[in-house]
Structure formats: structure tokens, C-alpha cells
């Protein structure tokens, strides 16, 4: 009961900034800047988003997408959980896949889209490649400076009570980076989402099964402004619904249990 | 044999380099099994840098460890002995029973023998109505006796201890240094307690081991005897009197440097 309201308390200010969109954007279509061929109403894409959940598309496009997206992430927390543990932790690896984690986290990873077509075709080989090329390396260099950030006390605990290699992982290294590993999974999550748009933007035929870029590219080949609209709002959602229900629970209980202070 | 035996050890720090420190040269020391050492001398002597390299937290520049007839690095994995130090190293994700229960997990104590032992030490260190807080929710004196819980949750048969009862009140001291001698009575606990207070060292203590600082050393080792520990009149009694000047005489007496005592209080 207290959760469902401080749920409804987190999600008052948030209803109310959408609202103030809906109004400002309504306002635009009645002074009739643009005619609704470019700029539709908010009954319009209304009315978009009503068709494709009629169709049965809304809901496949959503789990198209979603499932893709989390599985994805999921298989980039697989790998690069050990990966960014390693290069913390010995140095020879470190010193040499330090600075290749970095540079691919500054490379957006839909560059890669047209390599990866040519050699996989427009498969979901192609969108999980992307996935991982863009959370992989934020996650593995979230996780590396958590573990950098560990107290010297913390690390001296740890060896005195006999504590090392793997078993130190489980008990003492993750847990004590798990403030800076939780940032990464949320930027990961991020980034895993926005490859993949981009990946089903780019690549929408072929057997993928169609997800919420498709919806968008749909629109565009039929002008139908509505639509991508409606596109747009649904990939919003999704991203939201994953931060929202996934990361801000977690990060409250991770914080407020270390005495960290929860934004 | 002796439970810790430490021989012409040397420890630099920055070895050639601008900022190369002396920290210990050629220190030998054998403590026996039950015995209880104080390390006294002032700040910056080495007494902290003596108990992590036989804790095998530092490795030593020269000289030879051997702690319970192993390699100190053994013993460390074997768990041989317990520690507290001057900051308490909790950690911050588990309540104070948790942290406490860390020690016996790792040895695969079951959670039933865990939690029962983890209560006694609670009672022990007077804390039982904060089981299930987090560490940062204690004060640094209640911290710090969670530290020396943890320490002694596994009855190790050597206990290392740095200044562990530094951030508390008198009374508690008192308390606790009670406590430490019934429990190293009751259970032939080796004991290496390093403290800058010299009735501290004498109450406690066999023997009180003198150190200087710039290098560090060993200038003097002073026996202490006061048989029958461990009661109220023992601060009043002319040996402890006795123990405590020929303490504070071997400390006068190493400050080559003229500031002697620096930081080693006479409460
Ligand atoms: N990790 C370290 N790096 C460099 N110097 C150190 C380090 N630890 C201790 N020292 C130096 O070694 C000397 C002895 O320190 P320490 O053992 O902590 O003294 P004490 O515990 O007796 O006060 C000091 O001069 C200190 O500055
Ligand atoms: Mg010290």
C-alpha cells in the first residue's frame, strides 16, 4: 500500500511535465503553424496509437523490441561482469584492455550496423552485436572505476580475514563496487536500448521479426506523421518503464541500505 | 614454539625513492603461546606496520615471520588469527550481525552456530539491540567494538589488535579490557596489542615491547608481573605502579632525539 503511493507521489510531478507537453503541443496545432500532415494533434497520434493496438501490432512491436533489448542487456551483463573484474583486478590485462574498453565506449556503436549487415545479414545476430558493442564497454568501465573506488580499509578487511581471489569477488569486491556497477547497468541499459533502435531503424527487413523501429519506418515510407509519432511515444514508454520499474527500485534499496543518499 | 616469531625484519617504504621511510629495521621478537605483548612507543614508530606484516597485510623488505609454524601468508589464509584495527573495516552492506557472522561463514559455521555466536559477542561488546543496523549507523566507539566482535567471532588462537579501543569512552574501556583478559584466560588466546597508552600496556600485558621511532625498533622489552589479572584492585597495586615507570623510563630512555614520548599517553 505505502509503495503503491509512493509511487503515485513519484509519478504526480512526472504526469504533470507530460501534461504541459499535451497542452503546449495542442496549442501549436490550433495556431496552425504547420498543417497536421506535419505537425498531427495529440488526438491524432491518439488515434495512431489506438489502430495499431487494434491490429495486434502495438503489443508484438513492443515485445519484439523489449524482449530483444533486455535480452540483449542481459547477455552484455554476462560478459562484460567478468570482463570488467579482470581488468580491475590483474594488471596485465588491465593495462592493455583498459584503453580498448575506452575507445569503443566513445564509439557510437550503430557504426557498426553496416559492417555487421554484411557479415550477418539483417538477422538478430546484427541487433544483438550492436546491443553488445554499446552496453559491454560502458558496463565493464562502470564496474572498473567501482572497483577502483574501494577504501583501502575495505581491501585490508578483506585480506585479514583471509579473503582472496574469487572468493573476495563474491563477498567483498562486488558488493562493495555495487554503487558504481549499478550506475553502469543503468547507462548499459541506456545505450543497449538506443543501439538497438537504431539497429532496427537501420536493418527493418528481413527475417526480424517487427519491433518498435519498424513502426517508425512504416510511418516514414508512408508519410504518415501520425505513426512515427506514435512510434516515438512507444519507445519512450519502454525506455521508461524499464527505469522506472527495474533501476529505480534497485538503486533506492542499494543506497539507502549503505547510508547513501537516494536521488 | 612460539605462536609468532619474527626475525631481523626490516620494512622500507618507497625503496629508493625521494620518499623511502625506514619504517622497522631489524626487529626480532618471539611471542609465546597464551602470551599477551603490548607494542608501545610513539606515533610514527612502526607499530602498526610490525602487526600488518605479521598479519601478511605488508610484505616485509628483509627478514623472516612465521606465525603458528606457517609462512605468515599461510596462517593469513588459514585464518589463524583474528583482527581489529584502528579503523573499524566493516563493511558497509552488512548489519552488524552479518559482519560479525563473516569470520564463521568462511570457516562453514552453520547459520544456527553463527547466530548464536554472534549474539554472545554482541552481549560481549554490549551492543545486542543493534544486531540488524548497517555499520554506519553506529557511532565510531560502537564501530569499533563490532570490529572486535568480528575479531574474536572464530576464538582464533591469536588475536592482532591496533589501538582497537581507541574511540572509546573510559568506562567501556575498562570494560572491554576485562573482557579481553577473561576471554584470553579462558581460551590460551595469543595476544599482540599495540597501544600508546602505558597503563593500558601494563594492565594487559606479559610483556611491553618499547619502540623508537626514525628507524623503528625495538630499544627495550620490559616483563610485566602481576599475577592474577583481571580484577579491580590490580591498577592499585605498587607492581602495576612499578611496571608503569619502568615503562615510561624505557621510553624516555629510547628518544635519542630529546622529544621522547611523543603521542604515548600516561592515562
Ligand atoms: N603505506 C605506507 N607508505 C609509506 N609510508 C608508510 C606507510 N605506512 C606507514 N608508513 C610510514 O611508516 C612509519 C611507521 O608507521 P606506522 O607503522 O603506521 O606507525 P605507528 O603505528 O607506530 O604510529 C611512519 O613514518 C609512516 O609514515
Ligand atoms: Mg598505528
Redesign the interface.
Known amino acids: 500500500m505505502s509503495r503503491l503511493r509512493s509511487f503515485a507521489a513519484a509519478a504526480k510531478p512526472f504526469a504533470l511535465g507530460m501534461g504541459a507537453v499535451v497542452i503546449v503541443w495542442q496549442a501549436i496545432v490550433w495556431s496552425k503553424v504547420k498543417p497536421t500532415s506535419q505537425i498531427p494533434s495529440p488526438a491524432m497520434v491518439a488515434d495512431a496509437l489506438g489502430g495499431l493496438w487494434s491490429d495486434g501490432v502495438l503489443l508484438s512491436s513492443v515485445w519484439n523490441s523489449l524482449h530483444r533489448g533486455v535480452l540483449g542487456f542481459l547477455m552484455s551483463i554476462l560478459i562484460a561482469t567478468p570482463l570488467g573484474l579482470a581488468v580491475a583486478m590483474v594488471r596485465g590485462v588491465r593495462s592493455f584492455v583498459r584503453p580498448v574498453l575506452s575507445a569503443l565506449q566513445q564509439l557510437p556503436s550503430v557504426s557498426w550496423v553496416p559492417i555487421s549487415i554484411v557479415l550477418f545479414g539483417t538477422t538478430s545476430t546484427t541487433v544483438y552485436a550492436i546491443i553488445l558493442l554499446g552496453a559491454v564497454p560502458s558496463i565493464a568501465n562502470s564496474l572498473v572505476s567501482g572497483v577502483d573506488l574501494i577504501p583501502p ?2 581491501w ?2 578483506a ?6 581471489g574469487l ?1 573476495s569477488v563474491r ?2 569486491v562486488l ?2 563496487a ?1 554503487p558504481g556497477y549499478l550506475t553502469g547497468l543503468e547507462q548499459g541499459w541506456a545505450f543497449a536500448w538506443r543501439s538497438l533502435m537504431a539497429a532496427e531503424l537501420i536493418a527493418s527487413t528481413g527475417d526480424l521479426g517487427s519491433g518498435l523501429g519498424n513502426i517508425l519506418t512504416v510511418g516514414r515510407n508512408s508519410q504518415d506523421m501520425s505513426l512515427m509519432l506514435a512510434g516515438v511515444a512507444l519507445v519512450l514508454a519502454c525506455g521508461l518503464l524499464v527505469e522506472k520499474a527495474g533501476f529505480s527500485p534497485l538503486r533506492r534499496r542499494v543506497l539507502s ?3 547513501l543518499a537516494v536521488v | 614454539m612460539s605462536t609468532v616469531s619474527v626475525s631481523n625484519l626490516s620494512k622500507i617504504f618507497n625503496e629508493g625513492k625521494a620518499n623511502q621511510v625506514g619504517a622497522l629495521v631489524d626487529v626480532s621478537l618471539s611471542i609465546e603461546k597464551g602470551e599477551f605483548v603490548s607494542l608501545i612507543g610513539p606515533s610514527g614508530c612502526g607499530k602498526s606496520t610490525l602487526l600488518r606484516l605479521i ?3 605488508l610484505e616485509p623488505t628483509s627478514g623472516d615471520i612465521v606465525v603458528a609454524g606457517k609462512s605468515a601468508k599461510q596462517s ?4 589463524d ?1 583474528g ?1 581489529a ?1 584502528q ?1 573499524a ?6 548489519t552488524v550481525t552479518k559482519n560479525i557472522e ?2 564463521l561463514e ?1 570457516k562453514g559455521w552453520d547459520k544456527t552456530k553463527r547466530e548464536a555466536r554472534s549474539r554472545e559477542m554482541l552481549d560481549l561488546v554490549k551492543l545486542p539491540e543493534f544486531a540488524d543496523h ?1 555499520p ?2 553506529l557511532s565510531g566507539g560502537m564501530q569499533q567494538r563490532v570490529a572486535i566482535a568480528r575479531a574474536l567471532a572464530a576464538h582464533p588462537p591469536l588475536l ?1 589488535m591496533d589501538e582497537p579501543f581507541g574511540a572509546l569512552d573510559e568506562m567501556t574501556r575498562e570494560h572491554m579490557q576485562a573482557e579481553l583478559l577473561s576471554i584470553c584466560a579462558a581460551t590460551g588466546t595469543t595476544v599482540v596489542f599495540v597501544t600508546h597508552s602505558i597503563p593500558e600496556a601494563v594492565y594487559l600485558s606479559n610483556r611491553v615491547v618499547v619502540m623508537s621511532p626514525r628507524p623503528g625498533r625495538i630499544t627495550k622489552i620490559v616483563d610485566v608481573n602481576l599475577d592474577g589479572h583481571c580484577n579491580e584492585t590490580t591498577r592499585e597495586r605498587p607492581e602495576f605502579f612499578a611496571a608503569i615507570t619502568a615503562v615510561r623510563e624505557a621510553l624516555r630512555a629510547s628518544g635519542s632525539h630529546g622529544h621522547t614520548g611523543v603521542g604515548v599517553e600516561d592515562r
Open positions: 580499509t575495505q585490508r578487511a585480506s585479514m580475514l583471509g579473503l582472496g572468493r563477498r567483498v558488493p562493495a555495487m541500505s549503505r547510508g | 598479519a601478511n597485510l593469513r589464509l588459514d585464518q588469527y583482527m584495527f579503523q573495516g566493516l563493511f558497509d552492506w552488512r563473516l569470520p568462511l548497517f554506519w549507523q592482532l
